[in-house]
């Protein structure tokens, strides 16, 4: 592992441990067991990596959603965090390269007219979304016609889709590929 100085070691850690913020939402990346509250998966390997190369013991702190590990960042509450980059974001935190890109869509109702990533750009059409997260930010950017209605989570943003018949959901491919069979509708993701 490279030497890092104290002085850089205080900066990362000032409390003597690395507090890593770990968004459990994405569950691609890391998952909480319900039962146990214990953090598993890529990201949380990686915060014991940075800890381990830092010199330092880690601190895992779970978040349901991207948005409030941001405030934890903002506040001081967090040293690091695991969280995909968004340009509105930069002018207030700092981020690394980039370690993973990660493939997103829309799920849509069982005979929607939403073919296509470019339908559910219509008038009328509303696009469950968690609040505060990358998918959100890029939307606002992006749509010029439908509109985003918010969720505190990533799962409160499916349940918000199913319970409001909404038009559509962004979310991680693989999780919306893995959910859609368990719907009752039967949703299909977007290619």
Do not use: C, W
Not at 39 to 64: C, K, N, S, T
Not at 148 to 156: G, I
Request: no cysteine.
């Amino acid at each position: 592992a490279p030497q890092i100085s104290p002085a850089a070691r205080a900066d990362l850690a000032p409390t003597g441990k690395l507090r890593v913020g770990i968004n459990y939402g994405n569950v691609i990346l890391a998952t909480r067991d319900p039962a146990s509250g214990e953090l598993r998966g890529v990201h949380v390997e990686l915060a014991r990596e940075l800890g381990r190369r830092v010199g330092v013991p880690v601190e895992l702190i779970g978040y349901a959603a991207a948005g409030p590990m941001v405030e934890g960042l903002k506040s001081g509450a967090l040293d690091a965090a695991l969280l995909s980059a968004e340009p509105a974001r930069a002018t207030e935190i700092n981020f690394s390269p980039a370690y993973v890109e990660v493939d997103a869509t829309y799920l849509v109702p069982a005979g929607s007219p939403i073919r296509n990533v470019a339908d559910a750009d219509r008038d009328g059409s509303r696009i469950a979304v968690a609040a505060k997260s990358a998918y959100e930010f890029f939307l606002n950017r992006s749509l010029q016609h439908a509109k985003l209605v918010n969720a505190p989570s990533t799962n409160a943003a499916f349940d918000l889709f199913a319970e409001k018949k909404l038009d559509a959901l962004v979310g991680i491919r693989p999780r919306l590929v893995a959910e859609a069979p368990h719907h009752d509708e039967g949703l299909p993701a977007l290619p």
